[in-house]
């Protein structure tokens, strides 16, 4: 592809430095396929030209579904013409992402057949993303993708793919089978996933405790976090040998830090106030082999985080203090199917599910929804200083 | 209560779409409310989700992205 090789000074720039580089990777890609080398040379237009080239949306897809294909242009076809056309795929990635090599395999060969070559592993929704194909390559991609066991994944006012922590898979303080109960959600609803019914987009993260490695608090209308409800589990055997061992100093570094001040330590025994305990995981965090969540576990069920878009950004909060997850999950498709009843009735366009409740009301909204308010739904101390209780009653 | 058929859902929401292009982007909710209060109570939102789907599947519509998802013509049609 030498003919089309450009000069990008500036991206040479983000090539320098000890950390791994996207320019390399574009560069390696644009060996092979004209479509990267266009993508460069845009990306270094942008650079040069201080604003960005790309515009998205519009009519592209394939039969029958309205998500998994972002229309992405250019505003410079003239210069750039191999990426006239540069549309996004998402592909639903496997919960977990766990792939076989031969899985791999496969969806790069269909990407290069078809597309840039150009990858991102993975978006920020989850899925396996493709970037930069031509309208014509749609149909035939979907097909392959189809043949190799893969489907696409959500865009636009749907539910967006469902993704989760590795879970169960990996970690031995998922309080819930996060894998399991993404794969039956994204099952379940298809007709959710792939045909735009929503005000708005609704993305579904969950997190098997509450490190939340997923992020879900910050990024999903529905987070669902690992949780449990009985004792933070100790083995004191372990405790004994952290304390001995001289990599944590049990007072400062775990006792200080707990949030709640839950925890006390007298050089010897470490006591738990579990009544108290916020299930942090800091404590956990730090002594992995001497401390483990309860074993009646579960999850606890937030609404309405979301980035700044059209308002600002919102982080989930409490609308299910604890749920068992187990499946068929019928509790928590019961609560979806309310929220969605209720938001996609009365949702305005482009307004997400937690701006929705701010709209509304708390107190509306879960009247609407049947739920009954509990303590753990409050979002922050009130701050109005003019409601008063009469401590009698 | 009248009967009334996913065909005749289908019908009357392309006809709306329709009647729209070009004037107003029409949202999956758009078409389901408008179609509950065309046909009463014996219209619900499945059987309006199942019309949506035909006019899909039949390709006489398609999705758009303009901010939000709408059902508009396809651009062959227009």
Same mark, same amino acid.
């Given at each position: ?9 500036? &991206? ?23 479509? *990267? ?30 998500? #998994? ?47 840039? !070559? ?27 993708? =189809? ?8 865009? #636009? ?27 039956? &959600? ?28 997923? *992020? ?9 976090? !690992? ?14 040998a952290c304390a001995t061992g001289g990599k944590v100093d049990i007072g400062k570094d775990v006792v200080a830090k707990c949030p709640s001040k839950c925890m006390d330590w007298d050089g010897k025994n470490l ?30 069920? &937030? ?10 950004? &919102? ?11 187990? *499946? ?5 498709k019961e609560l979806i199917g309310a929220m969605w009843e209720l938001w996609g009735e009365h949702g305005k366009n482009r307004e997400r599910i937690g701006e929705f409740i701010q709209r509304v009301g708390l ?19 009130? =701050? ?10 | ?76 049609k227009k």
């Amino acid at each position: 592809m030498a003919d089309k090789k450009r000069s990008t000074p500036k &991206l040479d720039e983000l090539e320098k430095g000890p950390w791994p580089s996207f320019v390399k990777e574009m560069k390696q890609a644009a060996e092979k396929s004209a479509t *990267a080398a266009d993508a460069l040379g845009i990306l270094e237009r942008s650079y040069n030209d201080k604003i960005g080239h790309w515009k998205h949306g519009g009519i592209v897809g394939v039969k029958g579904y309205g998500g #998994g294909v972002i229309g992405r242009y250019n505003d410079i076809p003239q210069d750039f013409p191999d990426v006239a056309e540069f549309h996004t795929v998402r592909v639903n990635q496997p919960a977990g992402w766990f792939y076989t090599s031969d899985a791999l395999r496969k969806l790069c060969d269909i990407w290069e057949r078809h597309g840039s !070559g150009l990858t991102n592993m993975h978006g920020s929704t989850g899925d396996i993303v493709f970037l930069g194909t031509k309208t014509p390559e749609l149909e035939p991609i979907f097909s392959e993708l =189809t043949e190799a066991g893969f489907d696409l994944g959500g865009s #636009g006012s749907d539910m967006r793919t469902p993704s989760c922590c590795c879970g169960m898979a990996r970690c031995e303080w998922a309080c819930y089978d996060t894998m399991g109960l993404t794969y039956d &959600l994204t099952m379940h609803y298809q007709d959710e996933l792939h045909r735009p019914a929503f005000p708005y987009k609704f993305k579904i993260k969950a997190a098997g405790c509450p490190n939340d490695c997923v *992020a879900s608090v910050a990024r999903a209308d529905l987070s669902i976090i !690992g949780t449990w409800r009985d004792n933070i589990q100790m083995n004191k055997d372990a405790v004994a040998a952290c304390a001995t061992g001289g990599k944590v100093d049990i007072g400062k570094d775990v006792v200080a830090k707990c949030p709640s001040k839950c925890m006390d330590w007298d050089g010897k025994n470490l006591s738990i106030d579990n009544g108290n305990c916020v299930r942090c995981m800091h404590c956990i965090n730090v002594m992995p082999k001497a401390l483990a969540p309860g074993k009646d576990r579960g999850a606890t069920i &937030l609404v309405g985080s979301k980035a700044p878009i059209i308002e600002g950004a &919102l982080l989930s909060a409490v609308m299910v203090p604890f749920l068992k997850l187990e *499946a068929p999950y019928s509790d928590l498709k019961e609560l979806i199917g309310a929220m969605w009843e209720l938001w996609g009735e009365h949702g305005k366009n482009r307004e997400r599910i937690g701006e929705f409740i701010q709209r509304v009301g708390l107190g509306n909204f879960l009247e609407q929804i049947g739920l009954e308010p509990v303590p753990e739904m409050v979002t922050q101390p009130r =701050t109005n200083p003019y409601i008063f209780y009469d401590v009698k009653k | 209560m009248n009967d009334i058929n996913e065909q005749q859902v289908a019908e009357a929401m392309y006809a709306m779409v329709k009647e729209y292009h070009g004037k107003k982007n029409l949202k999956a909710m758009d078409l389901t409310k408008a179609m509950i209060e065309k046909f009463g109570e014996a219209c619900t939102k499945d059987l309006c989700k199942a019309a949506i789907r035909q006019l899909m599947d039949s390709e006489r519509c398609t999705y758009s992205y303009v901010g939000g998802s709408y059902i508009v013509l396809p651009p062959e049609k227009k």
